[in-house]
């Protein structure tokens, strides 16, 4: 195992940083800020196909942001079910190629590019002090309210809030999938949005980050924590600042609001998102509708045998895996 836990421990681990008193209303406060309804731009692309209308996704965000997403829909917009989809760290949107399936099955995909990183969608924001490397520690040095997930976190609350609005959309079934940083933005859309009634993450990114320093985890994903106390504080002297106010982004802390049905893949030699990291949401979830799938000889790597069909089974309740 990367880290050297033993599964007894893994199975009990809640973390390593305690919860905000004051989370849950720091988070509410934050959602109200959101206006109840939000202009959007839905564009229709033209690709020539005949069982699945594609989108171009727009809409401003909080901050004066435009955000950016695909929309995959079948062809008869009536009750449409939706699957949110969200990419790895610094990345973007999945091919649309990749979105079609779902439509076969009469369900719709909207697939986010996070603000500022390798998609479409901007980042408005500024940010005064160092951000050394990376989306984490930008907005540190101001504290909670200017973190740049502060901001991310928002946008996607406020994703499925439009997608919901939309009056060919079933607002009872949408469902939010992703893996690493997608597998964090799928728990967050469901703990702030509880119209997300289904979740998959795989191996979720932004958790326990106390457990990422005291691990040395320093790979490319939480790089920046250390290269920001490398640079601005070698001795660790503001380390519990930094923690209480990473801990209003920290996944783990976000687990509690969760009321829907959760599915979460784990591989057991992750390096990257170590898997105590990842048992620390787990174990948190407020819901008992829950299950932890584990792939003892995977790391932080694409996943094999059958398993996005498995996903696809999940989400869209389609029965493509041989039992």
Known sequence: MAEGMSRDQLEVYRGSWAKPSDFDVF????????????RYQLVEKDFSLD?????DLRFQAVDGSEIYAKAVFPKK???VPVVFMFHGYHGRSKDWTDLFPYAATGHGVVALDVRGQAG??????VYKGSTVKGHIVRGLDEGRDHLYFRK????VYQLVEVVASMDFVDASRLSS???SQGGALALVAAALNPKINLTVAIYPFLSDFKRVIETVNNTEAYNELFRYFFLRDPLHLTEEKVLD???????????????GQVKMITGLLDDVCLPSTQYAIYNNLGTDNKEHYLMPEYGHEPMHYEIKDYVFNWITGATIVPK
């Open 27 to 38: 988070w509410d406060q934050q959602v109200a800020l959101v206006p109840e309804e939000t």
């Open 51 to 55: 069982g699945v209308r594609c989108y």
């Open 77 to 79: 917009l009536e009750n």
């Open 120 to 125: 479409k969608s901007e980042d408005l924001g």
């Open 152 to 155: 991310a976190f928002l946008d």
């Open 177 to 179: 999938y992703g893996d």
């Open 245 to 259: 106010t990473l801990a209003y982004i920290d996944v783990k802390n976000f687990a509690s609001r969760i009321k």
